[in-house]
Nanobody
Framework: QVQLVESGGGLVQVGGSLTLSCVGS????????MGWFRQAPGKEREFVAA????????FYAISMKGRSTISRDNAKNTVYLQMNSLKPEDTAVYYC????????????????WGQGTQVTVSS
């Protein structure tokens, strides 16, 4: 089991950048594939990015590809999401999640979730 805590959200202007962090508890963090998701008001939670246990394979939503980078530091039990060229439509609560096996894009595959961090992009 792993507990996840996100941080790094905030208010940023259009075109700005943010780096989100997610720290996991326990010694099994490196055994989980990790993903980032987001949920805007009135919308379903959607996939943003994911990476494999060792970080060698990464996956991105089309909307974020080229504007974001997912990475992890297993020594620090931390996964990051760097986002650039932010747009108002990127405004959402961002969640990190952990799952066993090859990372996938569907919400239901992930076993553990953080509480989320708010990202607001203002124009």
């Amino acid at each position: 089991q792993v507990q996840l805590v996100e941080s790094g959200g905030g208010l940023v202007q259009v075109g700005g950048s943010l780096t989100l962090s997610c720290v996991g508890s326990g010694r099994t963090f490196s055994t989980y594939a990790m993903g980032w998701f987001r949920q805007a008001p009135g919308k379903e939670r959607e996939f943003v990015a994911a990476l494999s246990r060792a970080g060698g394979s990464t996956f991105y939503a089309i909307s974020m590809k080229g504007r974001s980078t997912i990475s992890r530091d297993n020594a620090k039990n931390t996964v990051y999401l760097q986002m650039n060229s932010l747009k108002p439509e990127d405004t959402a609560v961002y969640y990190c999640a952990a799952g066993s096996g090859v990372p996938r894009t569907d919400v239901s595959w992930y076993d553990y979730w953080g509480q989320g961090t708010q990202v607001t992009v203002s124009s």
